[in-house]
């Protein structure tokens, strides 16, 4: 009884590395399919860039805006 024991001990660990290493695979399959989804979303329309910094404008006529901040988050939006 006592060799069955074992035998079957050593069954379920390579069971649980089996299915590790499926769970693993499964991941990096589903990896790369995301990542060009996320892509065209990062590129910014004109009219939308332009309408950024206008909410930027607005923010900083109000003074919500410091004339740094303003500048320095146009500068982001447009990529300078």
Known sequence: MRGRGAALVIGMRAGQRQAAAQQEAA?????????????????????????????LADLHASGALTDEEFAAMKKKLLGL
Do not use: H, M, N, V
């Not at 590129?43 to 860039?49: I, N, Q, V």
């Open 27 to 55: 991941q990096q399959e589903a990896a790369p399919a995301a990542a060009p989804a996320a892509a065209p979303a990062a590129a910014p329309t004109t009219t939308d860039t332009a309408a950024e910094i206008q909410k």
